[in-house]
């Protein structure tokens, strides 16, 4: 009998955003579905218990004649994160954020997102900058949507922001992750949560950002766009679980040219010697 130790599963630390723990390390956006159902069946599916709401896309009471995404993915229910998509001002997301914390009963959990410019929606970082040390101010606490850029990151965290979320690849393009280096960089010297978003494009990604050891995933439309919505929020919720605990169990070292048998080849049946 091999009495050798069997290793035994890492005890994973608390993913925490603001001093809060949560179980799920994959956040979800709820726009771009066909209807506020199958919104709620994708969330169900992909275990996510933060969700992202477009203050200026989406109905939370706004619209008081119209369905509300509060009815059915209730706040009492999941940390709703109300986020500035549309703004290209750092005024306009202060004021939009201002919006949302009164529309939620002074909630401050934010993401911010201030964008370059409509085709690539790449972040502009100066108005980024601008309106994050603002929101700060103001009692925020502050996600913030930034280019993969680790002096960046490093200025945002040092405002204040309670996360850093550099893009992977360009919003809504499903690149996956196109310099990982970049993103090691941010991860190294970060003692916020670092969490992708913008650019995943399937679990493959996914698993690849939480490998890398990303804390945690946001995504929205390589969920609402696929042609299974709620398959693929499952596929996404196993991915970074799977992806998490490979960056906890640590993978071989990768060796070019180095043939080495998965098993011993001393004392094989009829080999040299034997």
């Avoid at 939370?60 to 549309?86: C, E, K, M, R």
């Avoid at 609402?224 to 169990?249: D, I």
Wanted: net charge negative; hydrophobic share 45%.
């Amino acid at each position: 009998m091999d009495d050798a130790p069997v290793d035994m599963p890492l005890k994973d630390k608390p993913f925490e955003i603001a001093g809060r723990a949560y179980r799920s390390r994959l956040l979800v956006g709820t726009g771009k579905y066909r209807d506020f159902a199958q919104t709620r069946a994708a969330i169900d599916a992909s275990g996510a218990e933060i969700v992202t709401v477009a203050i200026r896309r989406t109905n939370i009471g706004q619209d008081a004649g119209a369905p509300s995404l509060i009815d059915a993915v209730p706040p009492s229910q999941f940390t709703y994160l109300p986020n500035t998509a549309g703004c290209y001002t750092a005024d306009d997301a202060v004021r939009t954020l201002r919006l949302a914390r009164e529309l939620l009963d002074g909630h401050s959990l934010v993401k911010l997102e201030v964008l370059g410019d409509p085709h690539t929606l790449y972040p502009n970082m100066t108005e980024t900058v601008a309106a994050a040390r603002t929101l700060v101010a103001d009692g925020f606490q502050v996600m913030v949507y930034c280019s993969d850029d680790p002096i960046f990151a490093r200025q945002l965290e040092e405002l204040g922001c309670v996360a850093v979320m550099p893009l992977a690849s360009l919003i809504g393009s499903g690149m996956g992750i196109l310099n990982p280096w970049n993103l090691s960089l941010i991860i190294e010297k970060a003692s916020v949560p670092v969490i992708v978003d913008a650019g995943v494009g399937t679990a493959s990604d996914a698993a690849i950002a939480m490998e890398l050891g990303c804390d945690g995933v946001l995504m929205n439309t390589a969920i609402a766009a696929a042609q299974n919505p709620v398959l693929m929020a499952s596929a996404m919720n196993k991915a970074v679980a799977a992806g998490r605990e490979a960056f906890l169990a640590g993978r071989m070292p990768r060796k070019l040219y180095s043939a080495q048998p998965s098993s011993p080849s001393a004392g094989l049946i009829g080999a040299r010697g034997a």
